[in-house]
């Protein structure tokens, strides 16, 4: 198997199990408390890819 036919498969995966797990996640926490906690981790991890990469950003 090629490493991408490999990362082809965990997006689908990855993709597949969103829904699901979304929705359980929601039977216990508020949505807004959902959502400030999945965008403080997406800032968190650019933020890392960023100083990892060497990239800056500007705006």
Not at 26 to 48: K, M, Q, Y
Request: proline share 3%; net charge negative; no cysteine.
């Amino acid at each position: 198997m090629l490493w991408a036919e490999g990362y082809s498969i965990a997006a689908a995966l990855l993709w597949g199990l969103n829904y699901p797990l979304v929705k359980k996640v929601l039977e216990v926490i508020p949505e807004n408390d959902f959502l400030v906690i999945r965008f403080l981790l997406a800032g968190i991890l650019f933020t890392a890819y960023l100083v990892m990469s060497g990239e800056t950003l500007i705006i």
